[in-house]
């Protein structure tokens, strides 16, 4: 088995970014690190908060925890192994990041990303 390294990113579902952007901007005391129409992201002590206007391509409608990994194949191997169903097979969202989710037995999702 593949270990995980933590939990580094949560994205959120916002209806209203600008709105959310201000809420998020309060609560973490400071402006968001990538700010365009289509993900508003923070850095807030390493964590990644990112907020996803309308659930994105994705069609998330809850907040998404995504874990790091050092090989994201195989720990979707693992999960789908243990029951997991993936819901976004790995793909890479820019630079050296590959993400990819999985819903667990009860419908909860769970992110996986690899920095290459």
């Known amino acids: 088995m593949t270990t995980t390294e933590g ?3 949560v ?3 916002v209806s209203d970014l600008e709105g959310a952007k201000k809420v998020y901007t309060a609560l973490l005391g400071m402006e968001p690190q990538a700010d365009s129409p289509y993900y ?3 850095d807030a002590a390493g964590q990644q908060i990112g907020l996803v206007p309308n659930g994105g391509p994705q069609g998330m409608t809850s ?3 995504y874990w790091q ?3 994201i194949e195989a720990k979707l191997a693992e ?3 243990a029951g997991a169903t993936v819901t976004e097979p790995a793909h890479n969202v ?3 990041r590959w993400v990819a989710s999985v819903t667990d037995l009860d419908g909860n999702v769970l992110g996986v990303v690899e920095d290459r």
Do not use: E, Q, S, Y
């Open 94 to 96: 820019g630079g050296t």
């Open 63 to 65: 907040p998404v925890a």
């Open 40 to 42: 508003v992201g923070f």
């Open 11 to 13: 994205l959120h579902p």
């Open 7 to 9: 939990i580094k990113i």
């Open 69 to 71: 990994v050092a090989d």
């Open 79 to 81: 999960l789908t192994a």
